[in-house]
């Protein structure tokens, strides 16, 4: 059964750092391109982060730009998502997502993903 696994959320004061994990089992995802989105309260699962099979491409919302990065272990078959400089609004369920299959380039749509995690809760205090 492929599943992948985040963790790492919890409550941060703005300004901190927190660095969230996704682990993947079932399969290896070290050909596949991952993700990360989250979801607000009241609102629409946007896209925050993705990261190429090689890790060599990366793509961010711009919103999170600067702020965020995306980074992947394939020897793990983990993916990471440090976050510094964390602001309110970035309170949200984040998630992470894996491709179906072997393509190159970084995606940033949910219907690129096959297969999601169950979220990781992170919110952000002022």
């Known amino acids: 059964q492929v599943q992948l696994v985040e963790s790492g959320g919890g409550l941060v004061q703005a300004g901190g750092s927190l660095r969230l994990s996704c682990a993947a089992s079932g399969r290896t995802f070290s050909n596949n391109p991952m993700g990360w989105f989250r979801q607000a309260p009241g609102k629409e699962r946007d896209f925050v982060a993705g990261?190429?099979?090689?890790?060599?491409?990366?793509y961010y919302a711009d919103a999170v730009k600067g702020r965020f990065t995306i980074s992947r272990d394939n020897a793990k078959n983990t993916v990471y998502l440090q976050m510094n400089s964390r602001k309110p609004e970035d309170t949200a369920v984040y998630y992470c997502a894996a491709t179906g299959g072997f393509e190159s380039g970084v995606y940033s749509r949910e219907y690129e993903y096959t297969y999601w995690g169950q979220g990781t809760q992170v919110t952000v205090s002022s």
């Open positions: 990261i190429s099979w090689s890790g060599a491409g990366t």
